[in-house]
Nanobody, 126 residues
Framework: QVQLVESGGGLVQAGDSLRLSCATSGRTFSTGGAMGWFRQAPGKEREFVAV????????FYADSVKGRFTISRDNAKNTVYLQMNSLKPEDTAVYYC??????????????????WGQGTQVTVSS
């Protein structure tokens, strides 16, 4: 059963912006849990992009997206967002939303997360 559903991906030009959304299906986010975004390009391993804690106060980003991407959440809507600005061709990948339920693991490791969405394609042309 699908529990996380991503949306908002698409084909854009370098320098454009996109906002990805991740919503729950059938349940709410776990209190005290963390929500993360990962991405995977063809032939490469899945890599960490950003993570946000339950309150939305603590946020961490991969070096490659710092200053360009912003993660946020709206617990009342059971939704987490990834605002992506100044997109580059190297940002092209399938983007995945993931939930790490308590007890929390190491946020940069994909193995720490308990649930995953199906992914949404982001393609940035030059």
């Amino acid at each position: 059963q699908v529990q996380l559903v991503e949306s908002g991906g698409g084909l854009v030009q370098a320098g454009d912006s996109l906002r990805l959304s991740c919503a729950t299906s059938g349940r709410t986010f776990s209190t005290g849990g963390a929500m993360g975004w990962f991405r995977q390009a063809p032939g490469k391993e899945r890599e960490f992009v950003a993570v946000i804690n339950w309150t939305g106060v603590n946020k961490f980003y991969a070096d490659s997206v710092k200053g360009r991407f912003t993660i946020s959440r709206d617990n009342a809507k059971n939704t987490v967002y990834l605002q992506m600005n100044s997109l580059k061709p190297e940002d092209t990948a399938v983007y995945y939303c993931a939930e790490d339920r308590p007890p929390l693991g190491t946020y940069r490791r994909a193995a720490a997360y308990d649930y995953w969405g199906q992914g949404t394609q982001v393609t940035v042309s030059s």
